[in-house]
């Protein structure tokens, strides 16, 4: 069982408590997710499957983000403005609703239509927000003119302009940063994050 060191941060999980884990959480997404397309299912059962793994992905969130130990030293996830006022755990790409079965739009409406992998849904951006900046993306504007390649764009479209930063420290600009960048400069170089994305991604 590896230990886990980087810039002198110890992670008391090792990477095979890591890896069953995360392999828990994809493989019950993808059980939800075949059970969700189920062609005899109404409505009433499949808002039930989001509902679960609306949960499922909070768990991820819980587990792989809030709680690594790099992001607490920081204070950040894995973007962050600087400013901790609040938790402000935040997608910057929206997961969507568990509720609204028709909704076409969010991250999970993606996977269940594989748009994207679950490996992509469940490392999807996830933001450390401030209040003021939380109080700019509520209501009509959590989906405002969402773009799923430049998912920072609907910060700047709603008027926020300080400075965002990765959990390393890198400044973003946010008009061009995209989910290759994501991956790449976020993702990749984490000690956890990269190693589950470079073993598990499809």
């Known amino acids: 069982m590896s230990k886990i ?15 069953g884990k995360y392999v828990a959480i994809r493989q019950a997404l993808e059980f939800h997710k075949l059970n969700h397309n189920n062609p ?3 409505d009433s059962a499949k808002q039930e499957e989001k509902f679960m793994m609306n949960s499922i992905i909070r768990r991820f969130g819980q587990f792989f983000i809030e709680e690594d130990k790099l992001c607490e030293q920081a204070k950040t996830w ?5 400013i901790v006022d609040q938790k402000g755990f935040e997608h910057v790409l929206p997961i ?7 909704a076409e739009t969010g991250r999970l409406y993606e996977f269940l239509k594989s748009k994207i992998t679950v490996d992509e849904l469940l490392f999807s951006p996830v933001c450390r927000i401030h209040k003021d900046l939380a109080t700019l993306i509520t209501g009509k504007h959590v989906y405002l003119n ?3 390649t430049h998912f920072f764009k609907r910060y700047c479209v709603v008027g926020y302009e300080s400075p965002m930063k990765t959990w390393k420290g890198d400044e973003v600009d946010m008009n061009s940063w995209d989910f290759n960048d994501h991956i790449s400069q976020t993702i990749k170089p984490h000690p956890v994050w990269g190693v589950l994305w470079g073993k598990f991604a499809i």
Do not use: P
Request: hydrophobic share 25%.
């Open 146 to 148: 969402e773009d799923t």
């Open 40 to 42: 005899f299912y109404n």
């Open 96 to 102: 969507g609703s568990g509720k609204a079965e028709l």
């Open 78 to 82: 894995m973007y962050g403005t600087g």
């Open 5 to 19: 060191i980087m810039d002198d941060v110890k992670y008391t999980r090792t990477t095979d408590e890591f890896e």
